[in-house]
DNA sequence: CCTTTTCCGTACCGTTCGGTACTTAAGTCG
DNA sequence: CGACTTAAGTACCGAACGGTACGGAAAAGG
């Protein structure tokens, strides 16, 4: 299988991980090179070797995290009404907000929100990914117009746009430290705008 | 009892705003002290004579910021009843977020969610002056419960996490770029979970 | 065995970071 | 006018930053 010269000595997923969860503690800048490296248990030279530099190994960091902490999100997509899907989707975000065996709220937002040292290209990339989830909850949201699942005339971008700012306000009271019961008692509150089929309309 | 010795030859204040900017848009991290005394346009020397070092220039920045660009606010405040209070604070906020001539989005914010370099400080001052706004938000319509103006069993903290949620997911979308018009949108819609007292209210 | 290929560790690169002596300029006071 | 006091400007500090050159170590192929 040509696998000449030296195998690597070290499990690249799993030092991925552990540079996961440095960014999502410190964030992108505030994260080192040092402090990673330390993390993922190699050397400064295999983390080159392996991810390229800092930027393309945050790139991975975002993927894998998005893949592995996010599965929630295309769960509570796959529910079969739209109200389940916003639910779902807000009480799994406020659970994996406040794991307790993880850092405090969400990498995607507090990797790097200001235009910092690059020229923004963090907080770009970041804003993008994020906004991939607001489209396809948008694409689920208008399916669920046309199937009547919400009353005719929501805006499902709108609603969309509503639920992940629920979601992004949650995750920065969760880097502030908010309890778990203090994100699922503003979910309650947040439910309460979204409109339902039979029941009384919104907007 | 007059000033003695070399007179200052810049307006501290004036620096100061310059200063604001340059946190606001590139957050504590990302501002060095060169992009700072260059925008202050002043010198190294004169800025930590005038205000000790980086982090006491943010803290005096921040406590402009909040004097200054959330006076809407203590206007918010006051107004006549809970959802005249919740509304007005979210719209005047949402026009905040997106002023042409500033940079998009919440300094409180995107000044520092992550722990940085520094361990946590900057995060946790700008939690702490989050919180102090959720705190007098939720005195206000603490009130508001006891005059009627809410409907009893409301839970007056747990909405003031609400409707700051909503300020600082708005915030998160604003430092994406988001339109004006489109967080106004996402206001129309976290209205309708604002609980009215039984009579119809409202504009 | 020896060569080739790749990985790992050290030691270092140039740059930028926040912060500071030290000198010079510009005022008031006696 | 000095004498004193304070600001402004230059030039620099040690440390940390992201990134790399290089030599030795470990595996596969012949």
Redesign the pocket.
């Given at each position: 299988?040509?696998?000449?010269?030296?195998?690597?000595?070290?499990d690249a997923e799993a030092a991925l991980d552990r540079a996961v969860e440095v960014f999502w503690r410190q964030g992108y800048?505030g994260?080192?090179?040092?402090?990673?490296t330390e993390a993922m248990g190699?050397?400064?030279?295999?983390m080159?070797?392996?991810f390229g530099?800092?930027?393309e190994l945050f790139h991975r960091a975002v993927a894998r995290y998005a893949e592995a902490d996010m599965a929630y999100a295309r769960e509570a997509l796959a529910q079969p009404t739209a109200y389940a899907v916003i639910e779902s989707f807000l009480r799994a975000n406020a659970d994996a907000l406040t794991r307790p065996d993880r850092p405090s709220g969400c990498l995607s937002v507090q990797g790097g929100l200001a235009e910092g040292?690059d020229s923004g290209r963090i907080a770009r990339f970041l804003a993008d990914s994020r906004l991939a989830g607001e489209h396809a909850l948008a694409q689920r949201l208008t399916r669920a117009v046309e199937e009547g699942d919400l009353p005719a005339g929501t805006d499902p971008h709108a609603l969309a746009r509503y639920v992940m700012v629920v979601s992004e306000g949650n995750a920065v009271h969760a880097a502030a430290g908010a309890a778990r019961t203090a994100l699922h008692a503003t979910v309650d509150i947040a439910l309460q705008a979204v409109p339902r089929p039979h029941a009384r309309t919104g907007a």
């Open positions: 299988m040509a696998v000449r010269g030296r195998p690597r000595g070290f800048e994260a080192s090179l040092t402090d990673l190699i050397n400064r030279t295999s080159y070797a392996a530099n800092k930027e040292g």
